[in-house]
């Protein structure tokens, strides 16, 4: 070959490269992007106020008109994005799912805080329509504590939402209703 063959070629590749590199930076960028895509949802179910039992308010109809599934709600409850109710939360019934010689299960279902009562039981203390209020809103389950507890089906009112999570609900109606059939297993 000659050499400005090979010059031409040498460039050639490296144009290919760098195209290449920038292509993947785009879509890494594209990527980063797409932070909030979980299934966060603009759509957030309109749903009648009754009174509650036990707490002010109550939802009293399941907001999809079907029951959840309460293993699936477990999945939200242990979710680091949708739910992390473990993050304030400590359940017995999830802790003992966490085996200590098993990293996974470990970091799934083994780490809870503590700055907020214990799961155990609710299903005694509350009506499932006050639990679906309390995962709907907080804010207006307790509406006298100035709760830090996330309102999860309201998608908006909210400050410095990241990227592209702003307008959405953190749980689709599906998905609370999963997490009220979870809580409802919550029996001492
Ligand atoms: C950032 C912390 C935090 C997270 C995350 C959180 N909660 Fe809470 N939750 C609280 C606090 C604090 C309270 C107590 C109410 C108050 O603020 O006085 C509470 C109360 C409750 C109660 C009533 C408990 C009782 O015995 O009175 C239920 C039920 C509940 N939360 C369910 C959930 C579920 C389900 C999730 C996840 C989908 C969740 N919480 C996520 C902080 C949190």
Redesign the pocket.
Same mark, same amino acid.
């Given at each position: 070959m000659r050499l400005r063959t090979v010059k031409v070629m040498a460039l050639a590749v490296a144009f290919a490269v760098a195209m290449a590199s920038g292509a993947s930076l785009g879509l890494a960028q594209a990527k980063k992007k797409k932070k909030c895509k979980d299934g966060e949802v603009e759509q957030v179910a309109s749903y009648q106020l009754a009174k509650g039992e036990n707490i002010e308010g109550a939802i009293n109809t399941s907001l999809t008109g079907k029951f959840g599934d309460s293993k699936t709600g477990l999945k939200?409850?242990v979710h680091r994005r949708l739910?992390?109710?473990i +993050?304030?939360?400590e359940v017995t019934k999830i802790l003992e799912l966490a085996k200590p010689d098993d990293l996974k299960s470990l970091k799934t279902y083994g780490f809870h805080g503590k700055?907020?009562?214990t799961?155990d039981g609710?299903a005694d203390?509350?009506t499932e329509g006050e639990?679906r209020l309390?995962?709907v809103s907080?804010k207006k389950a307790?509406p006298d +504590?100035n709760?830090?507890?996330?309102s999860?089906h309201v998608n908006e009112g909210f400050n410095r939402v990241i990227g592209d999570c702003k307008g959405l609900a953190i749980l689709s109606a599906e998905r609370v209703e999963d997490?009220v059939a979870y809580?409802k297993t919550l029996k001492e």
């Amino acid at each position: 070959m000659r050499l400005r063959t090979v010059k031409v070629m040498a460039l050639a590749v490296a144009f290919a490269v760098a195209m290449a590199s920038g292509a993947s930076l785009g879509l890494a960028q594209a990527k980063k992007k797409k932070k909030c895509k979980d299934g966060e949802v603009e759509q957030v179910a309109s749903y009648q106020l009754a009174k509650g039992e036990n707490i002010e308010g109550a939802i009293n109809t399941s907001l999809t008109g079907k029951f959840g599934d309460s293993k699936t709600g477990l999945k939200w409850m242990v979710h680091r994005r949708l739910g992390n109710c473990i +993050a304030c939360h400590e359940v017995t019934k999830i802790l003992e799912l966490a085996k200590p010689d098993d990293l996974k299960s470990l970091k799934t279902y083994g780490f809870h805080g503590k700055i907020a009562p214990t799961l155990d039981g609710v299903a005694d203390r509350y009506t499932e329509g006050e639990l679906r209020l309390i995962v709907v809103s907080a804010k207006k389950a307790f509406p006298d +504590a100035n709760t830090i507890m996330p309102s999860f089906h309201v998608n908006e009112g909210f400050n410095r939402v990241i990227g592209d999570c702003k307008g959405l609900a953190i749980l689709s109606a599906e998905r609370v209703e999963d997490v009220v059939a979870y809580l409802k297993t919550l029996k001492e």
